[in-house]
């Protein structure tokens, strides 16, 4: 198997170090250079032990268990599959504000409300009623298809939502029969590592299957690259980054990636602007607006931009003039120059996550408690549009018409296909702005969070493959079709 290119593990230890940085209080451990692995012992040459409640130092040997108990759970069949499925929907929901309290504590982003809302609604994810087998007859006899797991996935988890993604995760990955070797984000790891030692426990007990979910305790590059190189992980299972999603692509297994995003909105002249205005805060400002689906830039057709700023405002959004944002702009962004020559702005991460108090405070201004989100005019250039920049403060775009509007927006999310929202009555707009964004979720007179099936109808996951194209992930996702031919036999008509 090979290993991942220099180049692109050197950008994941950046952006990991990055993140930690404003994230975690404590210093993010170096990347050391690998032991020789002892003669006998597992394939990374470590000391680590053989984990608790699948909680491991060591990947090879996490990867070892996870083989196991998913050998185990094969056994015991897809009744065992279901039974895991309602231990961790059950242990998600009732510990979820516990949880996500010891969560936001950890990560210092986000909202606390809002991480506890986010396992609150795991309950929605799909499981293993979504394996429903496919089947054909005719004169040459019976074929059927199912959908068999692939055995161990290796799952990375993103600091925004370490247990309602590997929750989700677990889910999804459990209904198709696979264990699962998990590398959380450094700053979301201790959390994520609480989760698994509760499902595990249940599991073990109800089931008698030990290490069914396994993580890493101390997560770096090094125990990404090892999981991309275990012989025993048979997928790659992404979210997070550019970096870590083009590493795993390079890999050489098959990688299922939740890639970037930058989603835009269009706001047009027939809009209920009211209620467009509350339904954009709604989205925008949930978890601090965390959310890869979440409202990042809205587009508002010039005849209705001064009305329909006005209902922002109605709505309990606060407004930061010309001079605040540029205050604003100037403590989000640094500026750093790409091999071209050109000026590149990159997130300020001390301010991903940051409740709209802390921004008005940089911006030079104060906002009443409870200001869910902040929002500026802007032109279609500026650095809150074009880059995911992850903070409650929505950049509002005035353009002259309908047709400018979604240019522009297709511009802004630059083909990445993730999500886009319009707020129309026009049937014939809806239709041309979904044809032309060609986005995986595309939201119709809701909030961002509809398309997830909050206020909308639909299933829910927080892992939305957009890279690699299998879209919202479900039980599905993570299995291999195998097919059953049986030739003239058996057929009753």
């Known amino acids: 198997m090979q290993t991942l290119d220099p180049e692109i593990l050197r950008s994941v230890v950046e952006s990991v170090v990055s993140r930690l940085k404003n994230v975690d209080p404590s210093p993010a451990p170096a990347p050391t250079a690998k032991p020789a692995a002892a003669k006998g012992s597992c394939g990374c040459g470590c000391a680590g032990s053989d984990g608790n409640l699948g909680v491991f130092t060591c990947v090879d040997k996490a990867a070892d268990a996870a083989q196991h108990a998913h050998l185990k759970l094969k056994k015991l069949g897809v009744q ?47 499981g293993v009623e979504w394996l429903r087998p496919d089947a054909m007859s005719g004169d ?34 459990v209904a198709a029969g696979n264990a699962i070797v998990f590398n959380p984000h450094p700053g979301g790891a201790r959390s994520a590592a609480m989760a698994v030692r509760a499902y595990n426990e249940a ?5 008698g299957i030990e290490n069914l979910i396994t993580t ?10 090892l999981i991309c190189r275990n012989p025993q992980i048979s997928l ?30 269009v706001v047009d002249e027939t809009a209920d602007l009211a209620k467009a205005a509350r339904h954009i805060i709604e989205g925008a400002a949930f978890d601090n607006n965390l ?5 990042k830039a809205v587009f508002v057709v010039g005849s209705v931009f001064n009305r329909f700023c006005e209902e922002l405002r109605k709505a309990g959004a606060a407004r930061l003039d010309s001079r605040q944002l540029e ?15 050109c000026s590149h702005p990159v997130v300020n991460r001390d301010l991903v996550g940051a409740d709209p108090t802390k921004l008005a405070a940089h911006a030079g201004t104060t906002v009443p408690d409870g200001t869910q989100l902040l929002f500026a005019e802007t032109d279609a250039d500026h650095a809150y549009v074009q880059e995911e920049q992850m903070m409650p403060m929505l950049p509002i775009v005035s353009c002259p018409d309908f047709e400018t509007s979604v240019r522009e927006a297709k511009r802004a999310e630059h083909n990445y296909r993730h999500s886009a929202i319009i707020h129309t009555k026009d049937v014939d707009h ?14 119709k007179n809701g909030p961002s969070v509809a398309g997830l099936g909050l206020g909308g109808e639909g299933y829910l996951s927080y892992s939305i493959a957009t890279t690699t194209g299998e879209g919202i992930t479900t039980p599905k996702t993570f299995t291999r079709i195998r097919r059953c031919v049986l030739v003239e036999n058996l057929r009753i008509i």
Not at 94 to 103: C, H, I, L, V, Y
Not at 142 to 159: D, N, Q, S, T
Not at 161 to 170: D, F, I, K
Not at 328 to 338: Q, V
């Open 80 to 126: 065992a599959r279901s039974k895991v499925i309602e231990i961790v929907k059950t242990l998600a929901v009732s510990n979820a504000e516990p949880w996500g309290r010891f969560e936001m504590e950890e990560t210092k982003i986000g909202r606390v409300d809002h991480k506890i809302a986010k396992l609150l609604i795991t309950k929605n994810v799909p």
């Open 140 to 173: 040459g006899g019976i074929m059927m298809e199912e959908y068999a797991p692939f055995g161990v996935v290796g799952a990375i988890l993103p600091v925004t939502h370490s247990v309602p993604t590997l929750t989700g995760n677990v889910i999804n990955m």
């Open 203 to 207: 599991i073990k007990r109800e089931l």
């Open 216 to 225: 890493i305790e101390q997560p770096t590059l090094e125990s990404f690259d």
């Open 236 to 265: 790659l299972a992404i979210t997070g980054g550019p970096a870590v999603v083009s590493a795993a692509m390079k890999s050489g297994k098959r990688a299922i990636c939740a890639g970037p995003g930058n989603p835009v909105v």
């Open 291 to 295: 959310l890869c689906i979440g409202e």
């Open 327 to 341: 205050k604003l702009t100037a403590a989000a962004f640094t500026y750093k120059e790409t091999d071209g020559g």
């Open 430 to 443: 809806m239709t041309h702005m979904a044809k032309e964004m060609d986005t995986t979720i595309f939201v």
